[in-house]
């Protein structure tokens, strides 16, 4: 296992005792590791950038991103704040209401990607950013629809008609686009594919609405726009995702090469935090991940993933932020052919695996998942910058990459996505030694 961080390692353990936990956690916080840098109306940047990496444009607003930081907040007992980013998410949904209503009613081509509901905008004003980009992502539409539904459903959000109106838009579009058989870019932003996890965070989403749609009288009147919402459409819109996520699991994507995917880290989200699929698929996509993308530095989102592969700093800077099928163009002109093996490295997945560990743990206090949830924290915590990395100390990267022959944190560093798995997998581990103990 590597370790970067010098005092990281000193702490590391096979056992730890709640005390341990709490321990690194306070170290962690005293250097300023979980700093989630937030906008007046709170929503979170992807990434701390500066002037060197700013081109990144991680800056901007990303709703999948915000959705986890939220979510980590919540897990963490701090609510006002994911209230917050929730409900600012809401209001940008609300303002931008007619890229819904557009596809809905077929007014737009939903193949026209700059058509689609923009999950990439301006943070601070809530405007859409004029760049061309893959805005077909289900799966942060969903994530969104899950969460505020949550939320909605435990009472911690007051809504209102306007926006449970804006909710069921969400449930008219996923059906508008036939979810289930949307060639959509998904988690990774790329060429658009038919991708079990894209259609497994809409079905997650789908299943919150539906339990908040019967325990609130007031959504039996919903329509999203001309679409009725009832339980009979709400449960055939799910079941049509159901059969197809069947179909295709545990792969990616099962489409004619060269969209045909059979391993990808982004399946591992729907065992933690969505938790919808369980079982023998549940333990076999998690052996896939770890068998097939796990790295010594972390864990690869595919193999052949040609973002921040070997000696990425010698593709232009305006190639490395724009759509991905330039980046694949670029390779080509160049003779660059990727190989298995010189793939990042990403960290956002580690504190993943230990969280679905800690989860299999509680249900079963069967100490192997204990075991197995320790190993893969310290993966986790092993991923904290040195301080000889040119970022500083103690940061979480979005991912190491080989420079060269070496493996070196990205120009993300710190993301904040990584940060709020990092401190989900802690929280984690202290539930798992308040029942061990």
Known sequence: MIIHNQTIDQLISSEYSLSDIQGITQLLEQHQTFEFPRLDNGLFPAAAVISETEYTGYSNVWVRDNIYLAYTHYVCGQIDIALKTVQTLMQYFQTHRSRFLNIITG??????????????????????????????????????????????REKRLDTNIEQLETISLFVAYFNAIEYWQDEDSGHWEEEPKIEASSIGVVIAGLTEFKRLFQELPLTNDLKGNDTVINLEFINELIAKGKEELNKI????????????????????????????????????????????????????????????????????????????????????????ELQIGEEAQWCIFDPIVSAIYGVKFQKTQDTNYLQKQTYYLNRSLGQITSSDSPFGAFKCPELYYLDKEAYVPGDATPL??????????????????????
Not at 120 to 143: C, K, M, P, S, V
Not at 268 to 277: A, D, N, S
Not at 416 to 437: D, P, V
Request: a negative charge.
């Open 416 to 437: 904040l996505w990584t940060q709020a798995n990092l401190r989900i997998a802690l929280e984690m581990m202290k539930h798992s030694l308040s029942i061990n103990n």
């Open 249 to 336: 699991l545990p792969s990616e994507c099962i489409q004619e090469k060269p969209k045909n995917r059979r391993y990808d880290s982004a399946l591992l989200f729907l065992l933690y935090p969505l938790q919808i699929i369980k079982g023998e698929m549940a333990e076999k996509i998690l052996e896939d991940v770890i068998n097939h993308l796990q790295g010594n530095y972390g864990i690869r989102r595919y193999l052949k993933d040609s973002f921040w592969c070997k000696n990425y700093k010698e593709v232009p800077t305006e190639i490395r932020t724009t759509l991905s099928t330039d980046r694949e163009q670029w390779f080509k002109d160049n003779n660059r």
């Open 107 to 152: 007014q737009v081509n939903k193949d026209e990607m700059m058509e689609r509901p923009h999950i990439r905008f301006h943070g601070e004003t809530l405007e859409e950013i004029d760049q061309e980009w893959n805005h077909a992502q289900n799966d942060a539409l969903g994530y969104f629809v899950w969460f505020y539904c949550k939320l909605v």
